[in-house]
C-alpha cells in the first residue's frame, strides 16, 4: 500500500542552525502538508502546497520556514534559525481532492526535531 | 476557528468490552476525519465521513456522522488490546481552505488483556 515517507526519523540541532525536513507523499497526490505537534499538544496545522506554491499557512509559518518541491518526488520543509520552541514532531501529509469527501490526508511516520 | 471537543480525554476498559468516544462542535462540517495515532507515529487515517446521518463500519469500529454534521461518534465492539491508541478527529477548518485539518485534543483508549 502506497505511504508517505519521511526523513530523517530524528534529527538534533543546535539553536540558530537549519534544519531540512524531507518527505516522500503518494505518487498520485497533489496536494501536500507539514504538521506539527509538540509533545503532549494537538496537531497543528502548519502549511499546504499545491502547483508549486503554497495555498495556506498558519500563523506558526513564519519567515523562518520554507517549502518547496525541488523534483517529482520530495516535498521539504526548511527552519532558517533553529529556536528552541521549534522542538516538535513534524508531520508530512499528502491527499488527493475527493470533491465532496474533501482532503483525505495521509500522515507520514514523522521527524522529531529536538533544539538544543 | 472551530473548536472540536472530544470526550472522554481518557478511556480505560478491560478486553471484550464496548466503547464510544465523541467528537463534538457547534460548527457545520462538510466532513471530518478519524484517525488513530500511536506514541512517536503520525496519524493513522480510519475513516472520512460526508454525509449527515452517515455510519460507516470498518470491522469492529462503527463510525457515525451527526445529522447536522456538527458531531462525529466512533464506536467499538468487543475492544481488543490491539485498539489501544490516541483517537483524533479531525476536520477541514474552512470552507474555502485546502484540506487544512483543525484537530482535537484526542480519546485516549487503552485495552488491557
Known amino acids: 500500500e502506497p505511504e508517505v515517507t519521511q526523513t530523517p526519523s530524528h534529527q538534533v540541532t543546535q539553536m540558530g542552525q537549519e534544519v531540512i525536513l524531507r518527505c516522500v507523499p503518494i505518487s498520485n497526490h497533489l496536494y501536500f502538508y507539514w504538521y506539527r505537534q509538540i509533545l503532549g499538544q494537538k496537531v497543528e496545522f502548519l502549511v499546504s502546497?499545491?502547483?508549486?506554491?503554497?495555498?495556506?499557512k498558519s500563523e506558526i509559518f513564519d519567515d523562518q520556514f520554507s517549502v518547496e518541491r525541488p523534483d517529482g518526488s520530495n516535498f521539504t520543509l526548511k527552519i532558517r534559525s533553529t529556536k528552541l520552541e521549534d522542538s516538535a514532531m513534524y508531520f508530512c501529509a499528502s491527499s488527493e481532492y475527493l470533491g465532496t469527501g474533501g482532503y483525505e490526508q495521509y500522515f507520514g511516520p514523522g521527524t522529531r526535531l529536538t533544539v538544543t | 476557528t472551530q473548536l472540536l471537543e472530544q470526550s472522554p480525554q481518557f478511556l480505560s476498559i478491560q478486553e471484550g468490552e464496548n466503547l464510544t468516544v465523541y467528537c463534538n462542535s457547534s460548527s457545520v462540517f462538510s466532513s471530518l476525519q478519524w484517525y488513530r495515532q500511536e506514541p512517536g507515529e503520525g496519524p493513522v487515517l480510519l475513516v472520512t465521513v460526508v454525509t449527515g446521518g452517515e455510519v460507516k463500519k470498518l470491522k469492529r469500529l462503527t463510525f457515525q456522522f451527526g445529522d447536522a454534521r456538527k458531531d462525529s461518534s466512533l464506536h467499538i465492539t468487543a475492544a481488543q488490546p490491539g485498539d489501544t491508541g490516541l483517537y483524533l478527529c479531525a476536520v477541514d477548518s474552512t470552507t474555502d481552505s485546502w484540506g487544512k485539518l483543525q484537530f482535537g485534543a484526542g480519546t485516549q483508549v487503552v485495552v488491557t488483556p
Open positions: 502546497f499545491y502547483n508549486n506554491e503554497i495555498s495556506e
